[in-house]
């Protein structure tokens, strides 16, 4: 007789209509109080447990709920909320906890009558390799740790109330001071931190709390040799409170770290079966008989279909050697896919039939325990026929695979990734055709998106707005940003990019082997959302996107406007990929498409032509050893795009969010002309690396922070300016700002510019 368990890791948190986005948003600007916002986030957490149970999960996972952020729940729950805060007696958790999230400015937000001195938020970053960003903690020597929050334990009482059997996730104590900042010896903060741990887990057993999970994905990276020895000693005293740990890693393969987390004095062991599939097996032989071993073979980090057969085959063998006693799961949590599919009418019918979101992946691991359990059941074999059939669609699908992208792809030679010359050719014969003087001024691509904007483009998507008024309003809009850029005296202008909702999106839309879903926002940080676009199918450019606007927008000046797309990387980064080919073809396919775009952009006159690659770094996997497979692709689609360009068309790309050192002769081999980064926030401590290494092409280091409504001064930017001198040849550098102005108002983006350019006029002088 089989013996099968079904639990989530975790499940998304800002329910099936964004409730908590919203609650969130009217709660911040003083709409509703703690007790309301309290209300709809029980009562989501009400609903997604009941969601697990109706599924027939064996547990809810209680501890995954956040209100903004699972990292910064844990902060409040040890008691570690950074001194810098310098939180008075007269505020309340909630306010703590969304200061620390949002920051707080000197004036007296919390109504407490005594004045605060201003402190910014905690950084935020991305959580692993996915688009989610967590808050960091922040460590000093003097950190200390205790149960300081009531908020899991009485998650937990609601649970238990509502009837469920509850299983809590709690963030492991190694990764949680991995993920944190400011010393470089956080293990030393382990033997405060573990007795609080203990705690927590004693009061957890206390109340009847069958498993805790707890959750350690650094297992999957490549650690310091200190870090994984912390794993024994730690788990070893964790164990000691009597209560079943779960102990749970995902997105990526375990590999060194294997049968360290097979020994490790735990109850059970979850592993990732979609991302380390190949070492199931080995799990399965290496973890003692006793244990408890949780499968995540549901894909928690994509939302295809599963492919029950395949994972039946999958599971079989790994049944054999646990003697039949499994629980199943998904990969990962589910915070990273959308609720459910129930509200995406707008998908045809087959498409539809191809995914699987939070909802419909509970009912695969049912499925799933069913087919392994009574295999004979009538019912069971009907619903495993109807996943056999629109997995075959799938695969068979004319839809999916197009026989022209296959034989481009397959032409595709080396040639097609170099430019026509050097770039010491190319510069010399973009600067005869350009002009520009030294130091040239430009900016990323998009200028204020207006509530004007905003409500065109909604009322287009109602129907309200035919597309000849639309487009008539969108020329309008890029007629007032090249006006402005005119009077702002810009060297090289931008259209504004007001007629795109989103980088991603707007291309994606007019791209075949992409669709949209209506409803499926995915939780970035707080009550921010994205909706990723699926690619579902084989990439083509059925006819040219940006070209009309581009041309419409240098009609209007003299000087130089440069057409702008979103690079290969940076759409694959940011949408759901396809899981039937390997990620570098998708790439290339997309830098196809968009190749042709460049080459329809210079035919149409556009002497420059910018390709973002914002998400290029962020699509480094997280093993080490696997970043130059990656980064060799990644450079060739980038390389494709822009191959096609002529030598004295000028090519810019622009990255922003990271670090870039530890990639640096990959950045330049992508062989842009121009690349603009960002590093007004480092103060051009970034550009150092960029010294160092002697970077061949041109680079405009930002020069203004357009995160903040802050406008910097002339002689701010020119300090600036005067520092990234020091590390780069004059000749070498651009004024611009850090990223795209979309955020920002036109009043202080005027003044910005004005100063930027003023900036870059008195270096013309002195140089
Ligand atoms: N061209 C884009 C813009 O200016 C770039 C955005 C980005 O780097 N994230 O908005
Ligand atoms: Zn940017």
């Known amino acids: 007789m089989k013996n099968i368990s079904l639990h989530i890791p975790g499940f998304p948190r800002i329910g099936a209509q964004r409730e908590l986005k919203f609650a969130l948003e009217a709660h911040w ?39 903004y952020d699972g990292v910064a729940n844990h902060i409040q729950l040890l008691g570690c909320e950074p001194a810098r805060f310098a939180f008075g007696a007269s505020e309340t958790p909630l306010q703590r906890y969304f200061i620390m999230a949002r ?104 109340m009847g709390v069958a498993w805790v999970q707890v959750d350690e994905p650094i297992l999957g990276l490549d650690l310091p040799a200190a870090w994984r020895n912390a794993f024994e000693p730690t788990y070893w005293q964790l164990n000691q409170a009597g209560t079943p740990l779960l102990l749970a890693t995902y997105f990526s393969p375990l590999e060194e770290n294997l049968s360290l987390a097979c020994r490790l004095p735990v109850a059970g062991l979850h592993v990732d079966g979609v991302r380390a599939a190949h070492e199931l097996i080995n799990v399965a032989d290496w973890l003692p008989a006793h244990k408890v071993l949780s499968v995540g073979i549901v894909d928690g980090r994509n939302i295809w279909r599963t492919d029950l057969d395949s994972a039946l085959s999958q599971l079989a063998p790994v049944l054999d050697k646990r003697a039949g006693a499994l629980w199943l799961s998904t990969s990962c949590s589910l915070l990273h896919v959308p609720y459910s599919l129930a509200p995406e009418s707008g998908l045809d019918s087959e498409l539809n039939n191809w995914l699987a979101f939070a909802l419909e992946k509970l009912d695969e691991l049912a499925l799933l325990r069913a087919a392994l359990v009574t295999p004979e059941d009538a019912a069971v074999q009907a619903a495993l026929a109807s996943f056999r059939q629109a997995i075959a669609g799938r695969r068979a699908s004319k839809r999916v695979h197009n026989a022209a992208v296959a034989a481009r792809l397959a032409a595709l030679t080396d040639e097609a990734a170099n430019r026509p010359a050097p770039f010491a050719e190319r510069r010399v014969l973009q600067q005869i055709r350009l002009n520009l003087p030294a130091f040239p001024t430009t900016t990323i691509g998009s200028f204020p998106q207006t509530p004007q904007i905003r409500a065109a483009r909604a009322a287009r998507r109602r129907r309200e707005l035919d597309e000849v008024a639309y487009a008539k309003a969108m020329r309008a809009e890029i007629a007032h940003a090249i006006g402005q850029q005119e009077l702002l005296g810009l060297d090289v202008l931008v259209h504004g990019e007001a007629e795109r909702n989103d980088m991603v999106e707007y291309f994606g839309e007019q791209l075949d082997g992409f669709a949209f879903t209506a409803n499926g926002w995915v939780q970035s940080y707080g009550s921010r959302c994205v909706k990723p676009p699926v690619i579902w199918g084989d990439v083509s450019r059925p006819a040219p996107m940006t070209v009309d606007w581009a041309v419409y927008a240098q009609g209007l000046t003299e000087r130089p406007v440069k057409g702008m797309l979103t690079g290969p990387i940076t759409i694959l980064q940011w949408s759901f990929v396809r899981d039937d080919q390997p990620r570098a073809d998708t790439a290339m396919q997309i830098a196809l498409a968009m190749r042709d775009e460049v080459a329809d952009l210079e035919a149409a006159g556009i002497a420059i032509v910018q390709i973002d690659e914002p998400a290029l770094r962020e699509g480094l996997p997280l093993r080490r050893a696997r970043h130059a497979p990656y980064l060799d692709w990644a450079v060739r689609a980038f390389r494709v795009t822009a191959g096609v360009a002529g030598a004295a068309t000028q090519i810019h790309t622009h990255m922003c969010y990271a670090e870039f050192n530890d990639i640096l002769p990959q950045i330049a081999a992508l062989d842009a002309d121009v690349i603009t980064i960002e590093t007004s926030r480092s103060a051009m401590a970034l550009l150092e690396g960029f010294g160092d290494f002697q970077y061949p ?71």
């Not at 703690?34 to 447990?49: D, E, I, K, S, Y």
């Not at 919390?110 to 903690?137: Q, R």
């Open 29 to 67: 600007c003083g709409e509703t109080d703690p007790v309301q916002l309290a209300a709809t986030a029980a009562t989501l957490r009400a609903r997604h447990w009941a969601a697990q149970r109706d599924a027939g999960l064996d547990f809810v996972t209680v501890g995954d709920f956040a209100l």
């Open 103 to 206: 920051g707080r400015s000197g004036r007296d937000e919390c109504g407490c009558g005594s004045a605060h001195s201003a402190s910014p938020a905690l950084e935020m970053t991305k959580w692993f390799d996915t688009n989610y960003h967590y808050l960091v903690p922040e460590f000093t020597d003097a950190t200390e740790f205790t149960v300081a929050s009531e908020r899991l334990f009485d998650e937990v009482a609601e649970a238990q109330a509502l009837g469920h059997a509850v299983k809590v996730a709690l963030i492991g104590p190694l990764t949680f001071l991995w993920l944190g900042k400011g010393m470089d010896h956080k293990l030393a903060l382990l033997e405060r931190l573990l007795p609080v741990y203990g705690a927590i887990l004693a009061r957890l057993k206390a």
């Open 697 to 767: 092409n041109d680079i405009g280091p930002g020069v203004y922070d357009i995160h903040s409504p802050r406008v910097p001064d002339r002689r701010e930017m020119v300090a600036l300016l005067k520092k990234a001198q020091a590390v780069i040849p004059a000749r070498q550098l651009w004024v611009n700002p850090d990223c795209g102005l979309k955020t920002r108002g036109w009043e202080e983006t005027a003044t910005a510019l004005r100063n930027m350019v003023a900036a870059a006029r008195e270096l013309r002088q002195e140089a």
